[in-house]
C-alpha cells in the first residue's frame, strides 16, 4: 500500500510540475528577450502572448498549455492501465473506484501549476488553458461543449475573460448532463471556481464597462488572459 500511495502522490507532483512549465514565459523570453509578465496584464498566459508576441506565439502557446493538461490527464490513465504498475496496485484497493479521485489530484495539480508556477516564483497564467485540455482528456464531448460555450460568447463580446469565465460557469452543468463521476463533477467545480477567482479583476471592469475586447489597443492597462 505505501508504494502504491507514493506512486499517486508522485503522478500528482509530476501533473504539477506538468502545469508549471513556463510556455508563454519561455516564448516571451526566446522571441523578444522580454519577461511577459512585466508587460500587459502580468501573465504568461496566451492572450497576453497573443496582444505581446503575436497571434502564431499566442496560438503556440495556447496549444502547449493545452496540451498540457491533456498529458497530465492521459498518464494517470496509463499508470491505471500500465500491465507492469498494476502489479504494485494492492488487491484491496478499487481500481475503478479511485482512479477518478485521482483523475482529480492530477487535473487540480495541474492547473495549480500553470496558474502557479514553480519555476516563475509562484506566478503564472489563469489556467484557462490547461483547464480545456484536461477536460477534453477526461471526457471529449464535455471539453467540446465547454469550448463551444466560449466561442459563442467570444463571438458575441469579443472579450476572452468573460468567455473564460462563461465556460468556467458551464462545465459544471456539462459533467452533469454527460452523467460524469462524482469526482469529475467536484473537479469542474473547484477549477471553474478557481478560474473565475483568478479573473476577478477581469470582473470588475467588466462591470464597469472597461475590460478590453480582443485586438482592441489597451496600452499599459491590464487585459484579460487564458
Sequence with gaps: MAIWLTLCGAVVLLAYLLGSFPTGYIAGKLLKGIDIREIGSGSTGATNVLRTLGKVPGAFVLLIDCLKGVLAIIFTYFIFNSAPIQNLIPTTVDVQFWQPWLVTLVGLAAILGHSKSIFLGFTGGKSVATSLGILLAINLQVGLATLGIFAVVFTISRIVSLSSISGAVAVSI????????????????????????????????ILAGTEPKIGQKVGNEPEQTA
Design 174 to 205: 456539462f459533467m452533469v448532463v454527460f452523467h460524469q463521476p462524482l469526482a469529475y463533477i467536484l473537479l469542474s467545480i473547484a477549477g471553474g471556481l478557481y478560474v473565475i477567482i483568478r479573473h476577478h479583476s477581469n470582473i470588475e471592469r
